[in-house]
């Protein structure tokens, strides 16, 4: 059976920008139950994910619950902000660092265990498996890397008889969602610590997924709504002089971008080519030679402006510590906004980011329409 999938990207709190578009569909087709069967996320992506599918039959009812859930948000209550809780968790990965022992001290630089109290509070899982058995979602899934096995394993909760899949480092494994995949899905590396599931422990799902479209495919997904978290498909990005030797937050931030973004945009690209070429091939051709794959279709809806340069203009809102933390305690200074866009979970910027999300998909409000009208004839 074929479904129509919604693949949401990683990016702390970029996330925001997802709840724009969906606000958008749903403002643009009010009367919709379940437009998407499946459901995968990745990192924030994954907490939108799940926030959809454990909400009620109404689609814009949902969005309502995850826009007050991003809108109630504050960077106390993702990890810890202040002066204390961030030089005792800096010790200890410093420690961790010299010492080189066997221990269990956080292989992290911030504490997130707000962000698991804010969860537990706010994800009806309960009513996500109720969901799962008696409506129309098919799969909610939520995808993390593991540290020990380095494979992509990507969660899902789905109904009965969907089976996982295994190729090479990519896995899909049923399970009942918890709030550990959720944390462990946007566990970025080197910045939140990572989190056990049962023997493994895991971290941001963006780390070695290599095809982020893959789940929905094997999901049984043939047409795939992607809301990315970058402009780059739109914007050419200026090449500025360098006025000072790159920090910390300036590298990792270039790091972060090449794991969250740029592997979507490839996968996208490789997508895209294999369309074009299954077009050539004529289909008996492919059932002769036991090729399995087959044409998806796909629609990308992603900003049309840089997000970092937003998170530029918001920067001040974050906690002093953390603006000392990203090299932000100074005007003018160079590079770092990127990587706060990250980590901005302070409300003018969250809503800067869904107005930018509702506006970009009103722009597509043809293309969103004709895309889920398929879905439902």
């Not at 996500?128 to 890397?145: E, G, K, P, R």
């Not at 910390?248 to 945009?265: R, W, Y």
């Not at 990587?339 to 409000?365: C, N, T, V, W």
Request: aromatic letters at 8%.
């Amino acid at each position: 059976m074929d479904h129509t999938g919604l693949v949401m990207t990683g990016g702390g709190a970029r996330g925001a920008y997802q709840v724009g578009v969906l606000k958008a569909i749903s403002d643009l087709l009010p009367d919709l139950h379940y437009p998407f069967p499946v459901i995968c996320g990745t990192s924030a992506g994954a907490i939108n994910a799940v926030g959809l599918g454990c909400s009620g039959d109404i689609f814009r009812h949902s969005v309502e619950k995850l826009e007050n859930l991003w809108g109630s948000l504050r960077t106390p209550d993702v990890y810890r902000s202040d002066y204390w809780g961030m030089a005792k968790r800096m010790g200890h990965f410093l420690k961790a660092f010299l010492s080189g022992e066997d221990n269990e001290i956080p292989a992290s630089m911030l504490d997130s265990s707000p962000l698991g109290q804010f969860l537990a509070r706010h994800m009806d899982l309960p009513r996500l498996s109720y969901n799962i058995q008696h409506s129309d979602i098919h799969a909610v899934c939520v995808t993390a890397c593991g540290y020990k096995s380095g494979q992509s394993v990507s969660f899902f909760q789905a109904k009965e008889n969907v089976a996982g899949w295994h190729l090479g480092q990519r896995v899909g494994v049923p399970t009942k969602l918890t709030i550990d995949h959720l944390l462990a899905s946007s566990a970025i590396p080197t910045i939140f610590p990572p989190v056990k599931i049962n023997r493994e422990y895991f971290g941001d799902g963006v780390v070695r997924n290599m095809a982020p479209l893959s789940p929905a495919v094997h999901l049984g997904s043939d047409r795939i709504l992607v809301i990315g978290v970058s402009a780059n498909r739109v914007c050419t990005t200026a090449r500025k002089p360098a006025v000072t030797f790159p920090k910390l937050p300036q590298i990792m931030e270039h790091l972060l971008n090449g794991a969250f973004i740029d592997v979507v945009e490839n996968d996208l690209d490789k997508a895209l080519l294999i369309n074009d070429l299954l077009k050539l091939i004529p289909e008996e051709t492919l059932v002769s030679n036991n090729i399995s794959l087959r044409p998806i279709e796909m629609l990308v809806i992603s900003p049309s402006e840089p997000i970092d340069e937003i998170a530029a203009r918001h920067v001040a809102e974050l906690p002093r510590p953390v603006r000392q933390f990203l090299g932000q305690n100074k005007p003018n200074a160079e590079g770092g906004a990127s990587m706060a866009s990250y980590l901005l979970f302070e409300g003018p910027f969250l809503k800067e980011l869904i107005q930018l999300g509702y506006r970009d998909a009103q722009a597509h409000a043809r293309q969103l329409e004709a895309f889920i009208n398929r879905t439902k004839s």
